[in-house]
């Protein structure tokens, strides 16, 4: 039995938008009929009285992101709420900080996802190649796009991978394109997937798995069309109608990732981060039929009406063993 399923007292730090989109009263009645008290924790005030808690349930990276940026307010909530953690270790908190922090980080990501790649003996996925972009002339940025061997089109993140405006990318398309780069972010090429995105979610032991709209096709090499801005969250909701997500005729549905690679990713990431709730976006290459992983996500929400088909694709009753529930400890 998971350590945290025999809490008597579980406190949260959730927005109201977070609370709302996991249908958390739901899981917080359910909690009380067995017993579990829970408990909305208020940074504002005295963590200390209104503890004790054997599991802290959070999502603070906005917040966290916020203090990183020499907020002030963020800064001392945040370090409030570190103070507690240190001072009462016996507390499970779902997620530790300092994961948090990596995974609020793309380039920090993707180099985790790189490393995970380097376990894979048997080559089942791959990470698009990605540059890190801080400072540059657009001269020195088709250098570094040369030399890191990266292809147009280009898809544009924000480095910062949390918060609404990380969700805001841009598709470039040529040499001419790079003037729309807004620094600092992260360069990755584009893979042809057929408009299909997979959104793995990672629930302690188990996980499942929900097909999503994604961006179409285009043409690999470069070419004269103007940069493509668009939102990741809007074009890939389970109900997006975009252009960018229309497939062309002949553009098959790619089958679902296979079970094995995805065990193996989400319990791979789950030892290095020491994490118990997570996402990772995942497509296949229509090139390769191989998988790549673009993504990973701190405590995603997932719709409560996902569509029968990306219900097929469950596999919630799969565990493959036991996460670490590593406390933070290390300061932020």
Known sequence: MQPWLKAKRVGFCLSDKKRRKLNFLVFAELCRTRGIEVIQVDLTKSIEEQGPFDVIIHK?????????????????????FQDYVEAHPQTILLDPLPAMRRLSDRFQSYKLIQELQALDQDNQFCNPPYLELATGS???I????????????????????????????ALIFSEEGLRDVSLPCVLQSFINHNAVLYKVFVVGQSYFVVRRPSLKNFAVGK????????NSHEVSKPES????????EGDRLPSGPSDRIIKFI??????SL?????GVDVIVDTKTGKLAVIDINAFPGIKNKENKEQRKLQHSNRPFGPPSLRRSRSSI
């Open 60 to 80: 603070l990276s906005d917040l966290m992101v916020e203090a990183d940026q020499q907020d002030p307010q963020s800064q001392q909530l945040i370090q409030k």
């Open 138 to 140: 657009q001269s020195e």
């Open 142 to 169: 088709l250098h570094l796009i040369k030399e890191q061997k990266l292809t147009f089109p280009l898809i544009c993140k924000t480095r910062v991978a949390q918060g609404s405006s990380s969700h805001d990318m």
């Open 223 to 230: 070419s004269d069309r103007k940069t493509i801005f668009f």
């Open 241 to 248: 109608c975009s252009h960018l997500t229309e497939r062309d």
């Open 266 to 271: 989400s319990r791979g990431l789950q030892v």
């Open 274 to 278: 020491g994490m118990s709730l997570f």
